[in-house]
T-cell receptor, first 107, second 117 residues
Framework: DAKTTQPPSMDCAEGRAANLPCNHS???????VYWYRQIHSQGPQYIIH???NNETNEMASLIITEDRKSSTLILPHATLRDTAVYYC????????FGKGTRLHILP | GAVVSQHPSRVICKSGTSVKIECRSL??????MFWYRQFPKQSLMLMAT?????????EQGVEKDKFLINHASLTLSTLTVTSAHPEDSSFYIC?????????????FGEGSWLTVV
């Protein structure tokens, strides 16, 4: 059981911010929210993770709601190279993948 | 970030033979490594979890005698597909969890394409 729900696909214009939502209403107190992405025919790439606070790194920002039941991954300036399947994952000991969101960046 | 390497990246084998895929953590030690399988247009499916020096834990429905996993050191895990059949053709991906304070992040290899003919 992946424990997360994501929209199957999204479009975003190149140069705009891509906001990818994720619901994880059954998250436990010690479970982190992780985001990975998989570009076609490659292994998943780690993006960011967080527990309760919002996080930012060179790739993206992660906004987690106060009740921790949902989160949003933000790619601030999407490029064509950001086209990928994005996975939101809640885990403590191992990663179970859901179906993810297929993000299409439109030129 | 940390690097996980898989070898070979692509392999073709004949039906009935066995094939080994290696997963190495290049710049960190990993207590735990994971093996996944991915069919076209599907998500990654966890096959098993391997802990260094102990037997792997297989997910439900995964045949442990067919997919042999060995985690002999803190930087190497191997997956052997025994008596391979065409339906075993897939993309196999490993991941590793580092020791120490960065232990929460799991890093993935680049994957290995297996084609059984």
């Amino acid at each position: 059981d992946a424990k997360t729900t994501q929209p199957p696909s999204m479009d975003c214009a190149e140069g705009r911010a891509a906001n990818l939502p994720c619901n994880h209403s059954t998250i436990s107190g010690n479970e982190y929210v992780y985001w990975y992405r998989q570009i076609h025919s490659q292994g998943p790439q780690y993006i960011i993770h967080g527990l309760k606070n919002n996080e930012t790194n060179e790739m993206a920002s992660l906004i987690i709601t106060e009740d921790r039941k949902s989160s949003t991954l933000i790619l601030p300036h999407a490029t064509l190279r950001d086209t990928a399947v994005y996975y939101c994952i809640v885990r403590y000991d191992k990663i179970i993948f859901g179906k993810g969101t297929r993000l299409h960046i439109l030129p | 970030g940390a690097v996980v390497s898989q070898h070979p990246s692509r392999v073709i084998c004949k039906s009935g033979t066995s094939v080994k895929i290696e997963c190495r953590s290049l710049d960190f030690q990993a207590t735990t490594m994971f093996w996944y399988r991915q069919f076209p247009k599907q998500s990654l499916m966890l096959m098993a979890t391997s802990n260094e020096g102990s037997k792997a834990t297989y997910e439900q429905g995964v045949e442990k005698d067919k997919f042999l996993i060995n985690h002999a050191s803190l930087t190497l895990s191997t997956l052997t597909v025994t008596s391979a059949h065409p339906e075993d053709s897939s993309f196999y991906i490993c991941s590793a969890r580092p020791l120490g304070i960065s232990g929460n992040t799991i890093y993935f290899g680049e994957g290995s394409w297996l084609t059984v003919v």
